[in-house]
């Protein structure tokens, strides 16, 4: 069976990952997968969720499954998160959730519902968009459509060219929305535009699959709310995945959401009845260990304080070391203009790198950045950015 098998591409997020790894140089730097690292370069465990753990841990009294839809308090504890205390769509009922391994699961279950309850919708990504999504809505059998996004002359959003595209999206398909620091590009809709948006697909009758992945990293935890809370006053249905990968650091815990939002509670529960089957199919019910730290957090009014001021803490460091960036690059006389990076939010930028000058910085510098130019600002530190920002300067 084995022997015509052909080695695969390597992922172009967690690939260079593994190149990373191998790769002997002490100064080597990694700009790829979106990961957080403190001032030293290293992922902490957040002192919250260490401390939930120990609680988790004396707590724990059973291995028995999960229900198919996960730990009941997790799930009452993300759509909090994701609408604030005591929003309509909470006292009403009509939002369902389910934990799920990660975002990625989260997406995946989306993909499976979607294409088998609805097969006839199309799911449109923007452009460009996070290299897994096409990989993960083709994989359930999706077929995957561009809508613009990005405009390459001002490296920020072509908001005319976005809501063309949402015109031209047929009634019934999906669109798939960044909630808040878009990935790749960190370029997000201001509230008023996101309000258009959101009247475009009520008139349209297009189903938003809302990416929520980085809640916390641009503004904080309510503030980032704000396109998410537009969108819902103006549209009654939608999809929403989220991850306490990056807000947590709960990277490897795979702790996830897909969360229904429908027009009633009963609504709520038929659609998550197909969802239930999807998750039976797939992996049975979640692991357990990621959600019983966020429900401990987020249910102890003290530990929530204190997560709130550790996310503030990721938050500002990403944002002072964009603005160190900048600086140093055009400290070193780098004429290109790179001062959009500024103005973004989360993890992500847009370089403008091409893929030739990645390829050189990987080569020659051992400085790992994904092929489309997309940069981790928070893979940067006050250490490394002087050896950074030269080898950009030798590229450019
Ligand atoms: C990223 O975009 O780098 C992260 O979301 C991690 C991943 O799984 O790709």
């Known amino acids: 069976m084995f022997e015509k098998v052909q080695i695969a591409p390597p992922d172009p997020i967690l690939g260079l990952t593994e190149m990373f790894k191998a790769d002997t140089n002490p100064d080597k730097i990694n700009l790829s997968v979106g990961v957080y690292q403190d001032a030293q370069g290293k992922t ?43 929003h309509e769509i909470i006292a009403s009922k009509r939002a369902a959730t389910a934990q799920c391994p990660g975002g ?45 996004y990005r405009d390459p002359a001002t490296n920020g959003l072509d908001f005319d060219a976005m809501c063309a595209s949402i015109k031209a999206v047929p009634e019934g398909d999906v669109i798939l929305l960044h909630g808040c620091c878009h990935n790749p590009t960190g370029i997000d809709p201001t509230p008023e535009q996101w309000s258009v948006i959101a009247d475009l697909l009520a008139e349209r009758g297009i189903l938003p699959l809302v990416d929520f992945a980085y ?7 309510e503030e980032d709310r704000a396109g998410l809370q537009i969108l819902t006053k103006k549209v009654k249905q939608m999809l929403i995945c989220s991850s306490f990968s990056k807000n947590f650091g709960l990277y490897r815990e795979r702790t996830g959401a897909l969360t229904i939002v429908a027009d009633d509670s009963e609504q709520a529960s038929t659609v998550m009845s197909q969802v239930k ?13 990621g959600g019983q730290i966020v429900a401990t957090v987020l ?7 204190q997560w709130i ?39 992500f930028s847009f370089s403008g790198l091409t893929k030739e000058q990645v390829a050189k910085l990987r080569e020659q510098y051992s400085i790992y950045i994904v092929d489309s130019g997309r940069i981790n600002v928070a893979g940067m530190t006050p250490d490394n950015m002087d050896r950074l920002c030269e080898a950009i300067k030798s590229v450019l």
């Open 44 to 86: 902490p465990v957040l002192a919250t969720v260490k401390e939930a753990e120990k609680r988790v841990l004396e707590k724990e009294n059973s291995k028995g499954y999960l229900p198919m839809t996960g730990e009941p308090m997790y799930c009452a504890a993300v759509q909090e998160l994701l609408f604030g205390e005591g």
């Open 104 to 148: 990625t699961g989260a997406l995946r279950v989306a993909g499976d519902y979607l294409h088998t309850v609805h097969p006839q919708a199309k799911i449109w990504l923007s452009n460009p968009t996070w290299a897994n999504h096409s990989t993960i809505f083709a994989a359930a059998g999706m077929k995957c459509e561009k809508y613009d």
């Open 215 to 221: 809640q916390g990293l641009a503004a904080g935890i």
């Open 277 to 289: 089957l999807r998750i039976r199919y797939n992996y049975s019910n979640p692991p357990s260990h």
């Open 299 to 305: 249910g102890d009014k003290a530990l929530r304080a």
């Open 309 to 347: 001021e550790e996310v503030a803490d990721i938050r500002n460091r990403i944002n002072e070391m964009r603005h160190l960036f900048v600086q140093t690059l055009k400290g070193k006389g780098v004429e290109q203009d790179f001062s959009t990076i500024i103005e973004q939010r989360g993890m």
